[in-house]
C-alpha cells in the first residue's frame, strides 16, 4: 500500500493560488491513477480531481477551469494547483489512489494522511 503526505495548504485571500503537493511512498506508485479529495467543516469529503497513469485528467464541475491535477512519478508526487480560489474551496484536501473503471472517483486506500488545510478568506 502506498502511504501519503500532503503539504501546501495556507490561508489566502479570494483571487489566490495555492499549489498542493502529496508525496507517496511504494515503487508502484506510477501505475495508480492518484487523486485529490477535499473536506469542509460539517460536509461528507468529496472528489476534486483525478489523474491517470497515462495523465488523462479530470475535475470535479466546482473546480474545472480553476485547479490542475498534474504528478511527477519520478518523485512519487501528485501536485494540485489551484488558481482563482473561492471561500468555498476551504477544506482539508487529501489525496488518495483512485479506484474503479473509466474516470474513477471513489478512493483506493481506506487509511488517508493528515490532509493539508485550505482557507480562502473573502
Known amino acids: 500500500q502506498v502511504q501519503l503526505v500532503e503539504s501546501g495548504g495556507g490561508l489566502v485571500q479570494a483571487g489566490g493560488s495555492l499549489r498542493l503537493s502529496c508525496a507517496a511512498s511504494?515503487?508502484?506508485?506510477?501505475?495508480?491513477?492518484m487523486g485529490w479529495f477535499r473536506q469542509a467543516p460539517g460536509k461528507e469529503r468529496e472528489f476534486v480531481a483525478g489523474i491517470s497513469w497515462n495523465i488523462n485528467t479530470y475535475y470535479a464541475d466546482s473546480v474545472a477551469g480553476r485547479f490542475t491535477i498534474s504528478r511527477d512519478n519520478a518523485k512519487n508526487t501528485v501536485y494540485l494547483q489551484m488558481n482563482t480560489l473561492k471561500p468555498e474551496d476551504t477544506a482539508v484536501y487529501y489525496c488518495?489512489?483512485?479506484?474503479?473503471?473509466?474516470?474513477?472517483?471513489?478512493?483506493?486506500?481506506?487509511?488517508w494522511g493528515q490532509g493539508t488545510q485550505v482557507t480562502v478568506s473573502s
Open positions: 511504494g515503487r508502484t506508485f506510477s501505475s495508480y491513477t
Open positions: 488518495n489512489a483512485l479506484g474503479g473503471r473509466g474516470r474513477p472517483t471513489e478512493p483506493l486506500f481506506g487509511s
